[in-house]
């Protein structure tokens, strides 16, 4: 039972981490995509997007061309701090953000512009600065696809296994995650384990799942 | 734009031209391939002999897949078309035994190896042994569950009563070739390989110590062919070679030991 407990809570931590990262960044992305016109926005549209149709492990790739100890920010980070996000538990959470931020940002974008715009428009009229509108009117109209964007993104960064895998590296208690874990276990000839992980796994994507269909399922109309 | 459409008729006919390029993939029409599973880290020395079978058994074709024993050996249980298994420790080949998948009689003990202790060539490494291990900030070997330089180096590491404190440290590797990447790279301070991979990358990683005698399970690579494969006259041929003395050079050159005469 332990490995497994251990890697549950590894995977949740990792998870949590990397959607409340997303929360922050993803939500911005998201707002700014849907709310602003710019050069350029095509091509970060686009960027957000590519670990959606790359394989896991080419991401994982460039990032640890970009993070590693001798990558391109890595190096620099390495000689002053002397520290490096590779084979680090934060290193899977950097994975499993760039892996799930696409989701976040497109389900979230969709939810934001969904938003009836003379409402947005009114409040403008009434006085509001775009600062409050945001918080105040397009926010809470759009928070049940927002919330759906939120749960299929941890549901992604929990599943996270090929970026993880090259950026993080698999380290017992560190970096296993339920899915590293189930891969390991699976490899030495424990499969005992690896049903119980890949179960639980299971379940609790299933159940993040639900919910999030649930709220998708309504239309994030204002009610 | 008239010029360049497509008539119903020729569209056929790429789409047939393109499916039989498909179908022509590598390895498809090949009747006469023998498939090895071998352990990563006999690689080179298998590359290098690879020639001198097939200039002898004309019309066969060598396929290798390398990777960690241990993983080869699942796959063989998933019921992979494997011909030949070659591991690099005793404990894959048991297991398939057991469960009936090899042929016992071909079984033989084929090499032998040395562990060693591993760190990047430059910068300069603090490290001088296995005594300033605890110094390091991340250690990597192979998964001791299914690589089986992992196992041995985790053998060593408990010996020497370092285990329990390193074991925040390690960095467990898919193979032991990945191993030796993560420290040719330079994101661990040091790592176990085996001396003959330690060897192929001179300039990037140096051999800081040896693993003390005695301080593992004597390293041991067997071989032997897996029962109901396709092509096993090929396979025992393919075994034969691996014994002879010729072969033996080949693998003494990339540092292993033979163990058959």
């Known amino acids: 039972m332990e490995p497994l407990l251990d890697a549950l809570r590894l995977s949740l931590l990792v998870s949590l981490c990397a959607t409340g990262l997303m929360c922050v960044v993803g939500l911005a992305l998201a707002w700014v995509l849907a709310m602003r016109q710019f050069p350029g926005k095509a091509l970060l549209d686009a960027l957000i997007s590519i670990p959606l149709v790359l394989p896991p492990t080419v991401v994982g790739y460039y990032l640890v ?78 928070r049940r696809g927002i919330l759906a964007a939120i749960l299929l993104s941890f549901a992604r960064a929990l599943g996270e296994f090929g970026a993880t895998l090259m950026l993080a590296g698999n380290i017992p208690g560190q970096t296993s995650t339920l899915p590293l874990s189930i891969y390991s276990a699976f490899q030495s000839g424990n499969d005992d384990l690896a049903q119980q992980m890949a179960l639980l796994l299971t379940l609790v994507s299933v159940v993040v799942m639900l919910l999030s269909n649930r709220w998708t399922g309504q239309r994030w109309k204002p009610f | ?209 040896r693993a003390p005698q005695g301080s593992h399970l004597p390293i041991v690579y067997l071989a032997a062919q897996v029962a109901g494969a396709a092509h096993p006259d090929l396979a025992a041929a393919f075994l034969t070679l691996l014994t002879q003395p010729q072969s033996c050079q080949i693998f003494q050159r990339y540092g292993f030991t033979c163990l058959s005469k």
Do not use: C
């Open chain 1, 65 to 142: 061309l970009l993070l590693g100890r001798n990558g391109w920010i890595g190096a620099p980070l390495y000689r002053w701090t002397g520290w490096s996000v590779v084979f680090t538990w934060q290193g899977a959470v950097v994975a499993a953000f760039v892996v799930a931020l696409p989701l976040m940002v497109r389900v979230s974008r969709a939810a934001i512009e969904a938003v009836d715009q003379d409402l947005v428009q009114i409040s403008a009229t009434l006085g509001k600065s775009e600062w409050q509108t945001t918080w105040q009117v397009t926010l809470p109209l759009a």
């Open chain 2, 1 to 209: 734009m008239r010029g360049f459409a497509m008539t119903d008729q020729n569209r056929w006919g790429y789409t047939l031209v393109f499916l039989v390029w498909l179908l022509s993939a590598p390895g498809w029409a090949q009747a006469q391939e023998l498939l090895v599973s071998a352990a990563a880290s006999l690689a080179e020395a298998l590359e290098a002999l690879k020639p001198r079978f097939e200039a002898s058994h004309a019309g066969a074709q060598v396929r290798f897949n390398f990777g960690a024993s241990g993983a080869l050996a699942r796959q063989i249980e998933a019921g992979a078309p494997v011909d030949l298994f070659l591991s690099a420790a005793p404990a894959q080949m048991d297991r398939l035994q057991q469960r009936q998948l090899i042929l016992a009689g071909t079984r033989v003990d084929l090499l032998s190896n040395e562990l060693v202790l591993i760190a990047p060539a430059s910068p300069h490494s603090a490290l001088t042994g296995f005594s300033d291990l605890p110094k390091a900030s991340r250690i990597a070997l192979g998964d001791p569950g299914f690589v089986p330089a992992g196992l041995y180096a985790q053998q060593t590491l408990t010996r020497l009563n370092l285990w329990s404190i390193l074991q925040a440290k390690l960095v467990y590797g898919q193979d032991v070739r990945q191993v030796l990447e993560y420290v040719a790279r330079g994101e661990v301070d040091a790592g176990l390989v085996f001396v003959t991979d330690a060897a192929l990358l001179p300039q990037q990683v140096k051999v800081l110590a």
